[in-house]
Each structure stands twice: as C-alpha cells, then as structure tokens.
C-alpha cells in the first residue's frame, strides 16, 4: 500500500506539495483518475482519486476519510535524552515510530553531553516511518526541557503510567521489570510515559525527583543498553503487552 502525506485539505480536495507530487507522478507513474491513499498525519487516511497530475502540485478528490487509521490501543511518549551520537537518536526515533508511539520529548539531563537536537530532522524521519508503517498519526517532537521540568509536569496525572529506567545502585528503591509495571497496570490506563536517561544516566537528584512525581523505577533485563536501546525496548515491551 502506497501512502503519501498532505495536510492542504480544502473541502473534498487535497493538494499535495511538490516533493509527495513528484513521487506520485514521476516515480510511481499514478495518472488522473487514479485511486491513491493520504494520510493528514493527525490520524486520518483519505481515499482518493487524482484530478491533476502536475508533478509540482498534484490534487485529489476525497471519496472516503477514515479516522484514527492505524491508531494503536495507547498512547505512549517517550521522553529520551538526546544521545551523544544524533544518529543514534534518530535510529531510535524511526524504529519507535514503526512501532508505535504518539510522542518524543528530548530531555535534558545533569549529565546530559549532548544538549541540542534538530527537531527538522526528526520530522522528516517520523514522517517517513509513519507512511512506511502504515499509519495515518505522526509521532509529535516535543520541545527540549530538563528531566526535572519534564517530571514536575507529570506531577499532578494521576491516569498515567509513568516509568523511569533507573538503577538506584544502594537498592534504596526496589525495581520492577516493564513487564511487571504494565501488567499492574489499571484496565483503563491507556496513557504512558517512560522517561530514559542520557548515557550517563540521570543524577541521583533527578530520579529522587521522578519518583516523589510519581515515576516508577523500572529495570529493562540483565543486559546493559545503550540510550537508544533502552529506550526502543521500552517501546517493544509496550507494544508487546498490548498487542502481542
């Protein structure tokens, strides 16, 4: 299934721009009168027919609008540190989005090395893994904030699973597996966060912090991850206990 993106929607028309009107025309050879899929990247997926083939500004006529397509059972963000290597990010936030997320937060820790992401990029990169995974939602790219003003904000939602991957080294606070946390978790809890650190971890300030907001410490198995890992197992365990 072929998908291409547009949010110009005017009435039953949607206009494509000329990078999706290029592909459409030029690379896939699509003339007037064909049948073709859009997604909006807000959830909705539009059949529709083409009603001029202008490879720098392709319309389509909508017969059909399906809402929340591809839309999964949850609502998952990801509130990661920026890895010191951006490819590695970047890695991370397209193999998520094949999976299933809604949102990435970059977060900043104390012993954060990098500090800076390019948030252009990133959308590029979702957009593609949203077509490639078929789905009709476009994973969101928050702005950057601490760790600690990213916890303090979940402070007061209580309808959220929110997790931290955290090794508290003195045992001080017992950890549970992901699994564990979402298998406790409340049958009608669709929303979670899962907050993970940069490659040197989060300060002892930062995970006390977490947990008087509620965050849970959860481990993720024996073996040592990286950032990236860490966080794209997070979001298989998620996946795989909802729909798996």
Known sequence: MELFYSANIEGDIIRLDEEEARHCIKVLRHRKGDEISIIDGSGTLFMCRLVSELPKNAEARIIEAVPEWGTLPYRLEMAVCPTKNADRYEWFAEKACETGIDSIVPVCGEHSERRIIKPQRLDKILLSATKQSLK?????????????????????????????????????????????????????????????????????EEASLALECGFIPVHLGPSRLRTETAAFAAVCAVYSHFLL
Not at 175 to 202: H, N, Q, T, Y
């Open 136 to 204: 009709a939602r476009i994973p969101a790219v928050r702005e950057m904030v601490t760790v600690k003003e990213y916890a303090d904000s979940l402070k007061h939602e209580s309808g959220r699973l929110k997790l931290i991957a955290y090794c508290f080294e003195d045992e001080s606070h017992p950890r549970i597996s992901i699994k564990e946390a979402l298998d406790m978790m409340p049958e009608s809890c669709r929303d979670i966060s899962v907050l993970i650190g940069p490659e040197g971890d989060f300060s002892a």
